[in-house]
């Protein structure tokens, strides 16, 4: 079988991998190693990683755009379950363009981020809350039924996301982003008390370190279609490496 070429942030994956393997600890080594085999058998890493042109960036144009805090234009209604993602928008189009927002109640259910900033810049802006918006959602869905993460890890997920989008991960020893202990369920008696669940066979990746190179792809505009296949591509190696 012909190997294949990796995508940038698997071949980033890779290197961190092959660090881990030379200086971890003795069962980090074990894990790098399993996973190294796994990524090699599919794909072949000669040369150094690739480079991404600029102009793929999805805030390309950033100093085009221009606070205007004398109206709040309406830039994108959401839905209440969209709520935890809203705010990473929000933060991400302050952090990107020093453009402010306020929530503001829209039609039916949903609530409208208005922000101050031009009108001939709100299609730009709506552009880029809808790729985080989209983005956010399939990828937690998708990593949610793959590695059946629990409700807890949606925040470490979304914030690993949106530190790779903005090019701010954890620095080396800052402690991840972990998820809130899960709510003890009472205890049912009696004949239909459920049975006790069943063990995962593997290991769960951590939702952030996952997320984080996935945001980097977001940032360099690749399609939606190649970061979730990114994100089943680390999947499967995580699952063979802790088998």
């Given at each position: 079988?012909?190997?294949?070429?990796?995508?940038?942030?698997?071949?980033?994956?890779?290197?961190?991998?092959?660090?881990?393997?030379?200086r971890g600890t003795v069962?980090?080594?074990?894990?790098?190693?399993?996973?190294?085999?796994?990524?090699?058998?599919?794909?072949?890493?000669?040369?150094?990683?690739?480079?991404?042109?600029?102009?793929?960036?999805?805030?390309?144009?950033?100093?085009?755009?221009?606070?205007?805090?004398?109206?709040?234009?309406?830039?994108?209604?959401?839905?209440?379950?969209?709520?935890?993602?809203?705010?990473?928008?929000?933060?991400?189009?302050?952090?990107?363009?020093?453009?402010?927002?306020?929530?503001?109640?829209?039609?039916?259910?949903?609530?409208?981020?208005?922000?101050?900033?031009?009108?001939?810049?709100?299609?730009?802006?709506?552009?880029?809350?809808?790729?985080?918006?989209?983005?956010?959602?399939?990828?937690?869905?998708?990593?949610?039924?793959?590695?059946?993460?629990?409700?807890?890890d949606e925040n470490p997920?979304?914030?690993?996301?949106?530190?790779?989008?903005?090019?701010?991960?954890?620095?080396?020893?800052?402690?991840?982003?972990?998820?809130?202990?899960?709510?003890?369920?009472?205890?049912?008696?009696?004949?239909?008390?459920?049975?006790?669940?069943?063990?995962?066979?593997?290991?769960?990746?951590?939702?952030?370190?996952?997320?984080?190179?996935?945001?980097?792809?977001?940032?360099?505009?690749?399609?939606?279609?190649?970061?979730?296949?990114?994100?089943?591509?680390?999947?499967?190696?995580?699952?063979?490496?802790?088998?």
């Amino acid at each position: 079988m012909k190997l294949q070429k990796p995508p940038p942030n698997i071949h980033l994956r890779y290197i961190k991998l092959k660090t881990m393997a030379e200086r971890g600890t003795v069962h980090e080594a074990a894990e790098a190693k399993n996973k190294l085999a796994a990524l090699e058998a599919k794909y072949t890493f000669t040369g150094p990683a690739p480079k991404e042109r600029d102009e793929q960036d999805l805030f390309a144009g950033a100093a085009k755009i221009k606070p205007d805090a004398r109206k709040y234009r309406p830039v994108y209604a959401f839905d209440l379950k969209d709520s935890e993602i809203a705010a990473f928008a929000k933060w991400a189009l302050l952090n990107a363009f020093r453009i402010e927002g306020v929530w503001r109640n829209g039609n039916g259910n949903k609530t409208e981020l208005c922000v101050g900033a031009r009108e001939a810049d709100l299609p730009q802006l709506r552009h880029i809350v809808g790729v985080i918006v989209e983005s956010f959602r399939r990828l937690w869905e998708q990593f949610r039924t793959g590695t059946g993460a629990e409700p807890a890890d949606e925040n470490p997920f979304y914030r690993g996301l949106y530190d790779g989008l903005m090019r701010d991960p954890r620095k080396d020893g800052e402690s991840i982003p972990k998820p809130a202990p899960p709510k003890k369920r009472p205890k049912r008696r009696g004949k239909g008390a459920a049975a006790a669940p069943v063990a995962r066979g593997h290991v769960r990746p951590h939702a952030y370190e996952v997320a984080c190179a996935l945001g980097e792809e977001i940032r360099l505009n690749h399609p939606l279609e190649r970061v979730m296949e990114s994100l089943e591509t680390v999947l499967q190696v995580e699952g063979r490496g802790a088998a």
